[in-house]
Nanobody, 123 residues
Framework: QVQLVESGGGLVQAGGSLRLSCAASGRTFSNYAMGWFRQAPGKEREFVAAISWSGGSTYYADSVKVRFTISRDNAKNTVYLQMNSLKPEDTAVYYC????????????????WGQGTQVTVSS
């Protein structure tokens, strides 16, 4: 089992920045690729970004590319999502997730999930 706890969400004005953190405990964090997803009210959960177990590979949804950066610190068992130039359409609950193999875009392929943290961007 891997337990994931997100933090860092909040209310920010458009154009502002937030950094989300996801702290992991349980099994060896560095064995897992990590992803960030988000879900807005009335919408399906969507992929935001993913990072390989080593941090050497990352990829992003087109909607956040350039503005968001995913990173990880395996010594701290933590993955981050730096979000810059935030837009009202970024408003959602943000979830981190862990997967043992690959680093997929599909939520169904992830093994473990956090409880989510709310990000609200005002216009």
């Amino acid at each position: 089992q891997v337990q994931l706890v997100e933090s860092g969400g909040g209310l920010v004005q458009a154009g502002g920045s937030l950094r989300l953190s996801c702290a992991a405990s349980g099994r060896t964090f560095s064995n897992y690729a990590m992803g960030w997803f988000r879900q807005a009210p009335g919408k399906e959960r969507e992929f935001v970004a993913a990072i390989s177990w080593s941090g050497g590979s990352t990829y992003y949804a087109d909607s956040v590319k350039v503005r968001f950066t995913i990173s990880r610190d395996n010594a701290k068992n933590t993955v981050y999502l730096q979000m810059n130039s935030l837009k009202p359409e970024d408003t959602a609950v943000y979830y981190c997730a862990a997967v043992l193999s690959g680093f997929p875009r599909l939520a169904d392929e992830y093994d473990y999930w956090g409880q989510g943290t709310q990000v609200t961007v005002s216009s």
